[in-house]
């Protein structure tokens, strides 16, 4: 994706510019984009200074983790990094699934982010996700179960029965969130109890 | 209001200080919030660079008509300096109903941004408003008409009488935008019909 095209600099001044560029971002339609550029001219002008400079410095601070893909400051991720967690593997689709899931304060182990979902029609295919990376940890880390979180929709459902087949080798149990997640959702909008009772009556595979 | 603020630097990472100071923008949660974060992160830098210059520079570059009030780049704004346009101002409450207004292209005439509405429970007194500055363009500019465009809510009605008042010694007439706006409404969210309707039905105060 590239956002920074078709932004002429020098036509349209410096509101039109400013709006145009929140309009891309999702959720945001030119009227709520404008919105916004003149809630921050009417603000103090700090606020749009340190906005300006987190963005300027974001995609610098974070990277991804080597291991398990979530978004990090620091390589491996403070997840990884701790010795104290379950020897337990939580997939998810994304990288912000992981922030989900922590928050809900359900699950102790480690993560694995696919990086999306198998979607052969969009050009998705196996290959395309950390699969192999994900067989690789389960073998190198001595984990006692990979739990797929993905979200309950017929790409998600595809891709956790792939991943249950190329796992069946290793021995260890893959278990999947019961379902408790609206069907056809977004594992991003649900609410702890939800996730909860997702953990606790997950199926085995 | 100060933006800046509560946004502790070394407790937390960019994706939570990113997050906050979304969040603070109107209409924005913390959930929406986090989905443009990691939007952002899941799209090409080019865009976090080209959003946080734009944000960097934006109080430098957009300063306030000190002839009208409105936003510009350039002072005088584009729209009291164009000789072509009618002698008839149009007063507004904010700076971005001048925008509003000129994209429904239904006026051709100057503009005055009063900074508010009369709201003494809130503090907001005629003196606050930029009502003086008013009276004096109307005279020195030889103006024929001046159109009230507040909102038509409680203080907008008490505002547009109080102008008409004011402005009774010059001779001007002082028109209304009409109803048509829908009552305690936004300007900002009518479409361009009703906005027309309001300037053609316009009522003498």
Known sequence: MNY???????????IDRLTSLFSRLPGLGKKSAGRLVYHILDADPGYARSLGEELLAFHQAIKRCSRCGSYTESDPCAICSDVSREKVICVVERAQDVRVIEES??????????????APLEGV????????????RVRREEIQEVILAMNPTVEGDTTALYIQKVLKDTGVPVTR???GLPVGGDLEYADRLTLSRSFRGRIQM
């Open 4 to 14: 920074s095209e078709n932004v002429p600099r020098k036509s349209i001044n410096a």
């Open 105 to 118: 304060k359900e699950f102790r182990g480690h993560f694995h982010v696919l990086g999306g979902v198998i």
């Open 125 to 136: 295919n196996p290959e395309n996700l950390a699969i192999g990376e994900l067989i690789v």
């Open 177 to 179: 969130l019961a379902s």
